[in-house]
């Protein structure tokens, strides 16, 4: 399996180690190796090898990417350097005759697709694809995770999850965890436990912080943004807040440009209960979609500032502010 995204990685390897070693001893039958320390002539051998009081062998490969930034053996590997075979090419012989009692899995966060393996893989359908998901996908992928763990939630909370807590799987998931524990057995997730349990944000603050924005009042916008502020997070969990309220800013004036009437207009938005409605049509009366479009770009370049700039994050944050308070240019 190849791809950047850990958690997807380690929940592969866990659901095909439980398969394969659920019937006999885990101990006598488990191999975990590591390339670039462990020859490749070496797993074949641990492949090779018949199970003791089980069905199935599990041998495990970290790090294949070691093998194919080299190209060649590894050191100390003589085999591999008299014949200057990549080892991922044995691997690729071994795989195309294997050991039926053994299951191989090979982990690297990239391989080459042009590599005789990768093409193997491919063509008989044993290549799993890890990639981190875009920003489109998360929201999906969050609700669906919430459910599995017996919690509802709508794609509006999914929504300010992701740009809370994402695009690392890993912190998403560990978030609904503790969400799931908050809320408690078979309770829906909603904005308020996320504001508590993750974001450490007020809701209600941020959208006052997006009010004093639509207004232009960058005084009281400032200083609500120092009241809102967390050393500890460099502002991130604000950031994802205050950008989650303007994409819901952002569906409600479209809506409304392209003719919907407010209530639909709201529910377009995410927005279903009649008192937030009302003050969503509040907040966007003035505001095109243009405007709040450029206020999202505003916040992007902010947040990579926030996790790649040297910095001070409230010098970042404070300047976001300041430019969202401004008219554009015409």
């Known amino acids: 399996m190849a791809g950047d995204e850990r958690l ?4 592969v390897v866990h659901a095909l180690r439980e398969a394969s070693l659920s019937s006999g001893l885990a101990e006598l039958n488990e191999d975990k190796l590591s390339a670039g320390e462990t020859p490749a002539e070496k797993v074949v051998a641990a492949c090779q090898t018949l199970p003791m009081m089980a069905a199935r062998r599990f041998v495990l490969v970290r790090n294949a990417e070691r093998w194919d ?7 100390g590997d003589d085999v591999a350097s008299r014949t200057k075979e990549s080892p991922l090419d044995v691997l690729c012989a071994y795989a195309e005759n294997p050991n039926p009692t053994t299951t191989l899995v090979i982990v690297a966060t990239k391989l080459d697709g042009r590599r005789r393996l990768a093409a193997l893989a491919k063509k008989k ?5 890890c990639e981190a998901l875009d920003g489109r996908a998360l929201p999906g992928w969050i609700a ?5 763990s017996g919690h509802a939630m709508s794609r509006d909370v999914a929504e300010l ?7 690392e799987l890993g912190h998403v998931a560990d978030a609904i ?3 799931g524990l908050y809320v408690g057995a078979g309770a829906a997730i909603d904005e308020d436990a996320v504001a508590e349990c993750v974001a450490r944000v007020r809701l209600a603050d941020t959208w006052a912080l997006v009010d004093a924005i639509g207004r232009r009042a960058l005084g009281p916008a400032l200083r609500m943004l120092a009241e809102a502020y967390d050393p500890r997070d460099r502002g991130l969990p604000l950031l994802g807040a205050i950008a989650w309220s303007v994409r819901q800013l952002l569906k409600y004036t479209l809506a409304i440009e392209s003719g919907a009437r407010d209530d639909e207009a709201a529910k377009r938005a995410g927005v279903f209960q009649p008192m937030r409605a009302r003050e969503l049509a509040q907040k966007a009366r003035g505001l095109s979609a243009r405007e709040v479009e450029r206020w999202l770009v505003v916040l992007a370049q902010a ?7 040297r910095l001070p994050p409230e010098a970042v944050l404070e300047d976001a502010i300041t430019k969202l308070c401004r008219r554009a240019a015409a």
Not at 8 to 11: N, T
Not at 69 to 75: A, C, F, L, P, T
Not at 125 to 129: G, T
């Open 8 to 11: 997807l990685r380690d929940e």
């Open 69 to 75: 930034s080299g190209g060649g053996g590894d050191e």
């Open 125 to 129: 359908d044993f290549l799993v694809s």
């Open 144 to 148: 669906e995770r919430a459910k599995a």
């Open 161 to 167: 999850l992701a740009e809370i807590a994402g695009p």
């Open 177 to 179: 965890e503790r969400l």
């Open 303 to 309: 947040d990579l500032a926030l996790k790649g700039s």
